[in-house]
């Protein structure tokens, strides 16, 4: 008996670890590659050193390119909260006339074509100057929006309205309201909203080659540019630093959430 | 507890939102349309005259067409089985198999790309393991074709499909399933009677998300496809950069853009019900 | 906070106050007058109306027609935030991210009361509903009842002239329910707090208030003292809602109620009955199966049994009459229960006969 149920269940669990190596291979390969020996990219790679990394951290257009994404993703985070939150807020707390339509309006920039946006927005923000820093800012701006009002938006729908008639009943007035107990209530869907903002623009590559230029680039740009020419281990390297941080942070989040509902 | 009434507050709430995106994505959008009709000057339908008419241009729109139907029917198969799985598994593993889910979003889709390029290639882990073995004299052709293409996209959108559908599992009523196999339901006909339908809002969600999505991709065609294999957003780039012929690309861009929103409503129903419904408590 | 509140008890008015959710009527024209330092519930089963009117006088809605006042000011149209009313709602509605010290602290924070003072009366709060304890708890530590308590605590902590309460023990088990109802009633009788208290339980209205108002699709049926709404039911509606009733129907001619046959009794009957389809109501205490000996005010009545249940200290039948209505009687359990069908002859007191009119619209 023992042997035929282990061989079921070995069936049964065979697509669903293809599917694990399907999402988590790409990532873990690069990894490998980054402490290569070898000139050029390649898995699996030549013997092992930190060559790569040393070269990374002497060459400046890699050190000006992540400072660039940094700043365009702090601020793309900074203004898209700032934007989405209170329309996430107002679409998960109430329901009013044309909710569901402005809804679907704040979530299409999401699924636009990235070539759509791009060039539109390229022959757009040109005619208000707007190319370089600042247009990048706004550009990311528009595509992260809508991952905050969704994650802000879910995360209002789960205060409970008579909190807020409560808080009414005890003297506050709409706005107090508002920021006293609707806020804190939302403060993890801001943050998870936060998260992605920042993802969307630090990896957004297609509007970036539009709206940069050879003295403003970003670190997809630079490295869509390496892709395209010589392929050295850089790109590798850059990936893995950034794939080392972001998995703490996602095992942090992931663990965080469990145990959050384990105490509900 | 009825909903509380807002007065107009929630204008106030929206309003910040509604002129960003006037300025910064309904403007573009229509400057780049507008270049449709206008360029060269009395265009008029000139350019989707060419766009709908030009072969060149008709292949590459059953192109994206194509992959995007391969895609999310390899995304939705593959996305519901691992959310089921999870849904079904143990603690642990079902924190595992989430996390899972997420690394992709974590990792560059540009570099993800790339791996796949070097991993398919003929002098890659996997033709080189398979020919070490003996399996193959030559190697397989992995690399530049629509299989390549199909790996990449799935890997990327399988996430947009196994989190709606996980979502909605969890909202099932389990005592429904069970209710039906106490009513002499088999553990197959109760899945498929009961628990499928329960959850097929969040597939569908899940599905037609990737087709829109897939439907606009760029960067993995480029790095992973051959010829055949390239999507209209190549043809609007080679439109402008090759060309300077932002007439055409305008036209395209619309067209895509319909394309967008026929699609976007089509899904609106159950895309809108997961997504007003994945917050609320069951 | 303090027996002597600074703020004193408000009477609170109620002039033709009207509710409509589209073409549906949720409160008819309503006329109501709450006494100052009463405790006043509004009793109905759900969709009565009770509820809208307690929101209209909270201010979460806001009536079509009429006006609500309270003392001699119209507040009709003020804001919920600044009628000074305290609310407490059915789900406790704490605020889980703050301790349960802030969530009292709240409406003094919304008040701007000194920080100074704002920590001595969230201190005699939590001592009023005796948790001093668990002030620096989160609200989800706390049990039902507790939370309940704390509830109450935040709503009192700002000395509101009213008190309203929504069903608020509506989620806690029978036992807990009935201690909580001897705290409220303490508390009461404490503060110089006038208490309006929706419940749709009529046990509970009946231990706890002073004045019962008894709703039944958004109209007011009767206003008065728990004996009063209990022993002299004015409609048939507020018979029925409010405990076990038996009932004869007959008809009233000129001051005097006949039963129908098979039935042979007649009453006198107050002067508020006209003529028409009757019914002559007793509750349990005046219907017996073994009548004391020589008290000329029982009467005789047939009836069957149609089922009967054991129930500790009582037995409870439930009685036909000839062909006609019927009816849940309690009577001592010093006897067999009667199986169903048997007949039973049972005595009803004259004196305690309620008659009440059952033509058209009595019904309930």
New interface residues.
Partial sequence: MAPVAAVRRTVRALPVALVVMLLVLPSLVVVPMSFSSGQILEFPPQGFSLRWYQAIASNEVWIEAARNSLAVALAVVVLSTLIGGPAGIALGLWRWRGRSLFLGFALVPAVMPPMVLALGMYITYARFDLIGYWGLVAAHTVMALPFVVLTVMSSAQLVDPTLLTAAQSLGAPRWRVLVEIVLPLVKGGLAAGAIFAFITSWDEVVVAIYLTDPTFKTLPVVMWNQLRERVDPNVAVVATLLFAVTSLVMAYVVLKGERKQRVQ | MSQPRTGSLHWLLILPLLAVLAVLFIAPLYFVIERGFTDPPGAGWDNYQRALEDPAARRYAWNTIRTAFTVTLCASVLGYTYAYATFRASRRMRVFLLYCVLVPFWTSLLVRTYAWAIMLRDEGVINKTLGSIGLIDAPLPLLRNSFAVTLGMTQILLPFVILPCYSAMTRVDVSLVQAARSLGATPTSAFFRVFLPLTRPGLAAGAFLTFILATGYYITPVLLGGPGDQPVAVLIENAVQQQGDWGLAGALAALVTVLVLVALMAGWRSLTRSVLESGRRS | MSSKSPTEAVPVQLRGVTKRYGSETAVAPLDLTVEAGSFVSFLGPSGSGKTTTLKMI???ERPDEGAVLFGARDITSL?????????V?Q?Y?L???MSVARNIE??LR??GVDRSIRARKVREALELVELPHVAHRRP?ELSGGQQQRIAIA??LV?DPALLLMDEPLGALDRRLRESMQLEIKALHERLDVTIIYVTHDQEEALAMSDQIVVFNQGRVEQVGTPQAVYGRPRTLFVADFLGESFSVSGQVADGVFAADAPVALRLDVDAGVGNGPARAIWRSGSVTASPPAGDGSWAPMPTTVVASAFAGDRLKLKLRVGSGTEGIVSMGADWPAPPPGDALDVYVDRKRAVVVGAGEGAEA
């Fill in positions: 909270s201010g979460f804001p919920p935030e600044q009628r000074g009313v305290g609310v709602f789900n509605s605020f889980p991210h709240f409406p919304m008040r989800h935040r709503a700002f």
